[in-house]
């Protein structure tokens, strides 16, 4: 924060400086240990900040970061921001330097600075689309591909040139990863430039090479697809480097090498864990395409959530540390992207013991760990049509009435959320309710808030819930008309 708060009232020199270091270097190999200082500074300085902007809390006091990005996107002194200066220098460094022997660590060091800037400074983002650096960068990869491609040929350089492309392709990615970020825009120029193609080519380089491309890659594919469907699209349609004549349209898309990838990894999920927490991110963000989900259906992708089963455990053992590295976390993450969706919750009621196997981990799982199955439930609520199987389930009435009596108020909120959504326009939820004998206890709540309300003044914290909680109590009862 000091360092950044004394750059910030001497930012205009500094900028200056910078760029004529970065004019000194305009010929290829002509950077000095000045500029690759300045590179590497430049790339910590805009990643500690790109790394402290989703959790900063701005006050009056402590606001280096907001003033730092507003100056890099402040046009109001001149025509060109100090985020589109710095970007136009260093895409032409890049450019310069990139696929080069003599300067490709340069090319590397300018890259992450690029990267690191594009990913804070709205206007740097908008001025590489408008560059057109997107649709370079996919040219570039392109090329990568063949020039991999190529080097199986050559067997004495193969080693030397490979390192080289595979670092090229990895700063590629990333490049395009940061100026799609958040920008509908980019994402639709990556999709028309092909993007989803030039990944198809290097597939098979992600699985020979998982350690070093799989992960860039899934970054790359994740920013691509996040909250659009268009993008979403065209990964659920595109042409797979797999080329069989015996397989039908999806089983060619790059959906379907993806999900035959994770299920390899599944196999060894404890080896593999860091890649499959990728993969699921990814998967996470496909489901909610309706043509992602109907291929994961179509391939028997979600049969693995109907085998899961509670791991083996001692009584005495200390259970939370085996609960870090079992895959029902991904498991739940991707079931909980398809809840949003009516289709979606079709799919998973058609699985076997699904709710069965929801409630199993409720039920074990440490409370921390039960709020998406316990959503994934609430979700399922909302559609008319899945109330009757889920009433037909006694262990759910059970459930929500036992999540009462526990501590922890989000889990009790979700629980009077589901009740409120099976009770809605639903007779025969009305009379199980009251059966069930769960009313003492929901007037028992109702009457404890009051309590604490009279005494403590804590009405306007957690008005959702107690509204709610009223509205199911009166309900119950039979004095409350729905509109």
Not at 32 to 45: E, G, I, V
Not at 415 to 441: D, E, F, Y
Request: charged share 20%; proline share 2%.
């Amino acid at each position: 924060k000091p360092v950044l708060g004394a750059l910030i009232n001497v930012w205009k020199t500094f900028q200056e400086a910078t760029m004529s270091l970065f004019q000194e270097s305009a010929t290829p190999g002509g950077g000095s240990s000045a500029m690759s200082s300045t590179l590497k500074f430049l790339a910590l300085l805009f990643g500690q900040v790109g790394k402290s902007l989703p959790t900063a809390q701005f006050t009056e006091e402590d606001d280096h970061l907001q003033i730092f990005v507003n100056l890099l996107d402040d046009d109001t002194i001149n025509k060109e921001t100090s985020g589109e200066i710095l970007t136009k220098a260093l895409l032409e460094l890049y450019e310069t330097n990139k696929g080069r022997m003599e300067s490709h660590e340069l090319g590397i060091l300018a890259n992450n600075a690029l990267c690191n800037l594009v990913f804070i400074s709205s206007s740097s983002q908008k001025y590489c689309l408008d560059a057109g650096a997107i649709e370079a960068t996919i040219k570039c990869l392109r090329d990568l591909s063949q020039n991999l491609n190529a080097d199986l040929l050559n067997h004495n350089k193969r080693r030397k040139y490979e390192e080289q492309n595979v670092s090229s392709v990895i700063g590629c990615m990333k490049l395009l990863q940061c100026i799609m970020h958040n920008s509908r825009e980019a994402k639709l120029a990556a999709m028309y430039s092909d993007v989803i193609e030039v990944v198809c080519k290097l597939w098979s380089w992600c699985c020979l090479n998982t350690k070093t491309l799989l992960v860039p890659t899934i970054h790359l594919l994740n920013s691509y697809v996040f909250d659009c469907a268009q993008t979403c699209s065209s990964v659920a349609y595109s042409k797979s480097c797999i080329s069989t004549v015996s397989v039908t349209h999806s089983e060619k898309s790059l959906l379907n090498a993806i999900l035959r990838l994770t299920n390899d990894l599944l196999s060894n999920c404890q080896l593999n864990w860091s890649y499959l927490i990728e993969l699921f991110n990814l998967l996470s963000s496909l489901a909610k395409s309706m043509e992602c989900r109907g291929i994961m259906w179509k391939m028997n992708f979600l049969q693995g959530f109907s085998e899961l089963k509670l791991p083996q455990q001692k009584k005495k053992e200390k259970t939370h540390l085996k609960w870090q590295v079992h895959p029902f976390q991904l498991w739940f993450q991707l079931i909980l992207s398809f809840s949003f969706y009516e289709d979606g919750q079709q799919l998973i009621l058609k699985l076997p013991n699904a709710i069965d196997i929801l409630l199993d981990f409720i039920g074990e799982l440490p409370s921390k760990k039960c709020y998406i199955p316990n959503l994934i439930i609430r979700n399922l609520t909302f559609t008319p049509i899945n109330k009757s199987k889920l009433l037909g389930n006694r262990r759910l009435e059970s459930h929500l009435k036992t999540t009462f009596s526990c501590d922890d108020l989000r889990l009790r909120h979700i629980a009077c959320n589901t009740i409120w959504s099976l009770l809605h326009n639903n007779q025969k939820a009305r009379v199980m309710m009251k059966k069930s004998g769960i009313l003492p206890t929901l007037r028992q709540e109702l009457s404890d808030y009051y309590h604490m309300d009279k005494h403590n003044g804590i009405a306007d914290s957690l008005p959702s819930f107690f509204n709610t909680l009223h509205c199911v109590v009166t309900l119950i009862d039979g004095n409350f008309k729905e509109s």
